[in-house]
């Protein structure tokens, strides 16, 4: 059973910084590329980055470019999303994805692509 666990949401003031977790368990990570996506109260939900299996390719969303970084540690089956400079507007329930890949050097951008999710973990920044 693939099961995703995001962690590290909060309250935070503009400006600062926060770093999300997912944590997957149940199957071979390495095989899966992984992405992390958000969705603000009345809003679709909206790509923020991926992350190719071997994490070699990375997207960011323009939003988000400068600000973000992904990255993943295929040894302990976690990605994480590093956010810096954050803004009110980047307030939202954040949720981590995954969907299996032939390819290691591929990453996913649509919200249709990705197989699995996580819970969510909500982010509140504050002026």
């Known amino acids: 059973q693939v099961v995703l666990v995001e962690s590290g949401g909060g309250l935070v003031q503009a400006g600062g910084s926060l770093r999300l977790s997912c944590a997957a368990s149940?199957?071979?990570?390495?095989?899966?590329?992984m992405g992390w996506f958000r969705q603000a109260p009345g809003k679709e939900r909206e790509i923020v980055a991926s992350?190719?299996?071997?994490?070699?390719?990375?997207y960011y969303s323009d939003f988000v470019k400068g600000r973000f970084t992904i990255s993943r540690d295929n040894a302990k089956n976690t990605v994480y999303l590093q956010m810096n400079s954050l803004k009110p507007e980047d307030t939202a329930v954040y949720y981590c994805?995954?969907?299996?890949?032939?390819?290691?050097?591929?990453?996913?951008?649509?919200?249709?692509?990705?197989?699995?999710w996580g819970q969510g973990t909500q982010v509140t920044v504050s002026l």
């Open positions: 149940g199957w071979t990570f390495s095989s899966y590329a």
């Open positions: 994805s995954a969907t299996s890949s032939v390819s290691e050097d591929y990453y996913y951008r649509g919200r249709y692509e990705y197989e699995y």
């Open positions: 992350i190719s299996r071997n994490g070699g390719r990375l």
